[in-house]
């Protein structure tokens, strides 16, 4: 059984910095597309980052470019999240997801929520003013 588990969420004052961290178990790490969302209350659920598992290709919606950094450590089964300059409009539930490789080749234009199979509990970042 697949489970993904998110921690690092927290309260920070914007400009401050988290760091998330995803860890899988239940199946194999490599060769999938790892993507971070958020959803804050009343929205949409939105991507942040994705990233391949295999080759390491990185994809980041605009709002968040030069600020969030997506990695992995494929030894520990784990993405990361590491969030720079915060901004209050950050705050929002966050959420890991993996699916097959194939999911990262959305992120080239939007991901699509619904194909990921396998989703965390998401774990809560609130950044005050």
């Known amino acids: 059984q697949v489970h993904l588990v998110e921690s690092g969420g927290g309260s920070v004052q914007a400009g401050g910095s988290l760091k998330l961290s995803c860890t899988a178990s239940?199946?194999?790490?490599?060769?999938?597309?790892m993507g971070w969302f958020r959803q804050a209350p009343g929205q949409e659920r939105e991507g942040v980052a994705g990233?391949?598992?295999?080759?390491?290709?990185?994809y980041y919606r605009d709002s968040v470019k030069g600020r969030f950094t997506v990695s992995r450590d494929n030894t520990k089964s784990t993405v990361y999240l590491q969030m720079d300059s915060l901004k209050p409009e950050d705050t929002a539930m966050y959420y890991c997801?993996?699916?097959?490789?194939?999911?990262?080749?959305?992120?080239?234009?939007?991901?699509?929520?619904?194909?990921?199979?396998?989703w965390g509990q998401g774990t809560l970042v609130t950044v005050s003013s």
């Open positions: 990233l391949a598992t295999t080759i390491g290709a990185t």
């Open positions: 239940g199946y194999i790490f490599s060769n999938r597309c």
């Open positions: 997801a993996a699916d097959g490789p194939w999911a990262c080749i959305d992120w080239a234009r939007q991901p699509v929520v619904s194909r990921y199979a396998y």
